[in-house]
């Protein structure tokens, strides 16, 4: 028997007034699907230093217990907050647990669909902010990681500058379009080595 709550609850549902609108929730659940993820600046940057390579709950609050303006923060309060965000992303299908190898542990990896189109960036996490720390740890890893790769391409490009020069001598019938490349390939090599120079000064200068 139905006590009167519950009469009462059962005549609302009935009233045409109160029928539920399934496209109204659908539309209001994918409304919320598409609700970009807010992320804190200092978390967004290690996360982005990470975007090609697996790491666990433990790396990710080390490398934050390193932000110079977050020493303020327990390790507890990083441990919780971290925790807190990558459940975050991984309901947003932007990260995914993994592991490497049996015995391993958690590790997580984040998914192509994590670009600037699915996250908005939040306010500072610590009071500080990022830019006014004396020496930033997060972007002398971001110039290391720059160098590297423009050190890699300039290694690339000057075997390609020997290649296109053997070619040449090989080959004399091609050798109009092997100039042409030759050229480019040496523009190129120069750029790099303007680049690989200005990011070298720029470090240097953020460690004095």
Known sequence: MLDCPSILLTGILRDPKYKINSNQLV???NKFKNKKLRIKPELLELLKLRADKTFSVF????????VPTCKELT????MQFIVRNLKRLEGKGLAVKTCIKRGGGTRYKLLNGFHEGQYTVGSPHCSGGLGKAKVNALLLDKLAKKLGEHEVNLVVTLSEIDEYKNLGLQNPSVKAPL??????????????LGKIKATESLIAEIHR
Do not use: F, H, P, V
């Not at 790396?59 to 934050?64: F, P, Q, R, T």
């Open 27 to 29: 539309a209001t659940n």
């Open 59 to 66: 790396e990710l609050c080390y490398a934050y217990e390193k």
């Open 75 to 78: 390790k507890q309060q990083i």
């Open 179 to 192: 100039r042409l490349l030759y050229t480019e390939a040496r523009d190129y090599s120069s750029k790099l």
